[in-house]
């Protein structure tokens, strides 16, 4: 089925890659809305069935006017072969489709120069005779620093380069004997010869990378550095698309902004798909990629890539995102979603040079700290966790804890229509009870005890009552997540918001995109 929204992107664009350690050489980026395709310049055969040939043999006259017609940058002092920089306007007809700039000299005449230094090579030729045949291949990774242009338009000027030196970083002309007065044309018929073979440059597929659940990092792998004005996009099988550089932090973050549109376009249709074989209250609301924070830096590892995912009542941590229902139970960790606490981090918050980040403290009390890369991201991901504490809340309507008051063992039910309830745990007697309203205030010792105070509706005294409980942060945060959920209710925003969800069956999360600036919403959980 033909899946489009409005939200797709389509984008095509020239920037560097770099893998590795290598120098950077120009790709053509092409996004679509389920792959982004990675393109590199190449020359193939096109005179019949187009096939790729590494190797092309060139047979060329020097001429009075213009000698060979090429300039030249590089050489092994750049541990390149010498590159074809330029080709002359008066040549460039004839030897169309037979050189190209960027194809490397590997041979000529017979020599190999593949390992010649620049001012090597230019010797070679100007030795060479009326007659040169020359061995190219195309390099497809010719490194970015030589400037060579991208399309065949770029021309040289002929000028008398038969005395002085040659640099390899700028174009080393070969017009031996050109003469500025001479105004013969060409003979065609001392120009290249080949057997019949004609060759294109084109761009050729290097690397597809599929977006869905794909992973965006503008980030130094496992660090806080960010790289200037570059990202890279690693597919879910682990194909990396390398460190793709571009000219500004606007072009950067459009093609991030971009990528990251059609990654949650996909997302919110797989989540469909999948969520027609779970029941309304095991519904993925969010599936998405997270780096977590190391409690222990492992060889100056401080973040690792985690899939975290929104399931009914669960928070679900993975290393990889689910594909099977057996993928499901093999999660690294799962927390409920209405006892643990998600807190946006503000500036001043933040733990290290990383922004767009937020914490999870769990049932326990333990806070993991994540990082996405976009203030967008952050926002999604804010909105769909208080979506599913909402849901599940609704769903559940009241939750019981044990716990201990004045040495005897009671139980304290959290109700989402009548507030709290306190019974005894023997007999099941109602002790007392109180409206939400009637909270004013609270206190724990971050241990085992929580002392609230409660305001009598009929006298308006204070009364306090102090518990204690074996997973007081559990409890901690199911109180604000009832109590959020029950701000979220008087919240215009919110219940239009979840009158969409219910009455698709699925919460819906379409309002917040990756080029929008929405204002967070009024509550918190």
């Known amino acids: 089925m033909d899946f489009k929204t409005s939200n797709e992107e389509t984008k095509t664009g020239i920037y560097l890659l770099q893998e590795g350690n290598e120098e950077p050489f120009n790709i053509r980026l092409?996004?679509?809305?389920?792959?982004?395709?990675?393109?590199?310049?190449?020359?193939?055969?096109?005179?019949?069935?187009?096939?790729?040939?590494?190797?092309?043999?060139?047979?060329?006259?020097?001429?009075?006017?213009?000698?060979?017609?090429?300039?030249?940058?590089?050489?092994?002092?750049?541990?390149?072969?010498?590159?074809?920089?330029?080709?002359?306007?008066?040549?460039?007809?004839?030897?169309?489709?037979?050189?190209?700039?960027?194809?490397?000299?590997?041979?000529?005449?017979?020599?190999?120069?593949?390992?010649?230094?620049?001012?090597?090579?230019v010797q070679v030729l100007r030795n060479a005779g009326e007659e040169v045949t020359l061995t190219v291949s195309f390099l497809k990774k010719t490194?970015?620093?030589?400037?060579?242009?991208?399309?065949?338009?770029?021309?040289?000027?002929?000028?008398?380069?038969?005395?002085?030196?040659?640099?390899?970083l700028c174009d080393s002309g070969?017009?031996?004997?050109?003469?500025?007065?001479?105004?013969?044309?060409?003979?065609?018929?001392?120009?290249?010869?080949?057997?019949?073979?004609?060759?294109?440059?084109?761009w050729v597929d290097l690397r597809l990378i599929p977006l869905l659940h794909s992973r965006l990092s503008q980030h130094v792998p496992g660090s806080d550095v960010c790289r200037k004005n570059a990202f890279q996009i690693i597919a879910v099988d682990g194909v990396c698309s390398g460190v793709i550089q571009c000219a500004t932090a606007e072009d950067c973050l459009d093609?991030?902004?971009?990528?990251?549109?059609?990654?949650?376009?996909?997302?919110?249709?797989?989540?469909?798909?999948?969520?027609?074989?779970?029941?309304?209250?095991?519904?993925?609301?969010?599936?998405?990629?997270?780096?977590?924070?190391?409690?222990?830096?492992?060889?100056?590892?401080?973040?690792?890539?985690?899939?975290?995912?929104?399931?009914?009542?669960?928070?679900?941590k993975f290393s990889a995102p689910p594909v099977t229902t057996w993928d499901w139970t093999r999660a690294e960790k799962s927390f409920t979603v209405y006892e643990i606490m998600c807190k946006v981090l503000k500036d001043n918050d933040l733990v290290d040079k990383r922004k767009h980040c937020f914490s999870v403290q769990t049932e326990t009390g333990e806070d993991m700290f994540f990082s996405v890369e976009l203030e967008c991201e952050l926002l999604i991901w804010e909105k769909a966790f208080q979506m599913a504490t909402f849901l599940e809340v609704e769903r559940i309507q009241c939750k019981t804890y044990a716990c201990i008051m004045e040495s005897h063992l009671m139980g304290i039910t959290i109700d989402f229509g009548m507030g709290f309830v306190c019974f005894d745990a023997a007999s099941k007697a109602v002790l007392w009870r109180y409206k939400f309203s009637q909270l004013k205030g609270s206190s724990d010792d971050g241990k085992s005890k929580i002392k609230f105070?409660?305001?009598?509706?009929?006298?308006?005294?204070?009364?306090?009552?102090?518990?204690?409980?074996?997973?007081?942060?559990?409890?901690?945060?199911?109180?604000?997540?009832?109590?959020?959920?029950?701000?979220?209710?008087?919240?215009?925003?919110?219940?239009?918001?979840?009158?969409?969800?219910?009455?698709?069956?699925?919460?819906?999360?379409?309002?917040?995109?990756?080029?929008?600036?929405?204002?967070?919403?009024?509550?918190?959980?």
């Open 30 to 121: 092409h996004l679509a809305k389920d792959i982004l395709t990675i393109q590199e310049q190449d020359v193939i055969c096109v005179s019949g069935e187009p096939f790729y040939s590494s190797e092309r043999t060139v047979t060329i006259r020097r001429q009075t006017i213009g000698g060979f017609g090429l300039s030249i940058k590089g050489g092994a002092e750049h541990k390149i072969p010498v590159v074809i920089s330029k080709i002359s306007k008066e040549q460039k007809a004839e030897l169309s489709g037979l050189l190209f700039i960027g194809d490397g000299i590997l041979q000529i005449n017979g020599i190999n120069v593949r390992s010649y230094r620049h001012e090597e090579v």
């Open 143 to 168: 490194p970015a620093f030589l400037k060579l242009p991208l399309c065949e338009d770029c021309t040289c000027v002929p000028s008398d380069q038969s005395s002085g030196t040659s640099s390899p």
């Open 174 to 202: 070969l017009h031996l004997n050109y003469h500025p007065n001479n105004t013969d044309t060409l003979s065609c018929s001392s120009w290249p010869t080949s057997p019949g073979l004609r060759w294109e440059k084109r």
């Open 255 to 316: 093609w991030l902004q971009a990528i990251a549109r059609n990654i949650s376009s996909l997302t919110k249709h797989n989540v469909k798909k999948i969520n027609r074989n779970f029941p309304v209250n095991q519904q993925i609301i969010y599936m998405g990629w997270v780096d977590e924070k190391e409690q222990d830096s492992i060889q100056g590892r401080m973040y690792s890539p985690k899939f975290l995912a929104l399931r009914g009542s669960s928070l679900f």
């Open 453 to 525: 105070l409660f305001q009598n509706q009929d006298s308006k005294a204070i009364e306090a009552k102090e518990l204690e409980f074996s997973n007081l942060f559990a409890v901690l945060h199911c109180i604000h997540a009832f109590f959020a959920a029950k701000v979220a209710c008087l919240d215009p925003m919110f219940v239009e918001s979840h009158g969409t969800a219910t009455s698709t069956g699925i919460p819906s999360l379409t309002s917040i995109s990756c080029n929008s600036q929405t204002s967070k919403l009024k509550y918190a959980t």
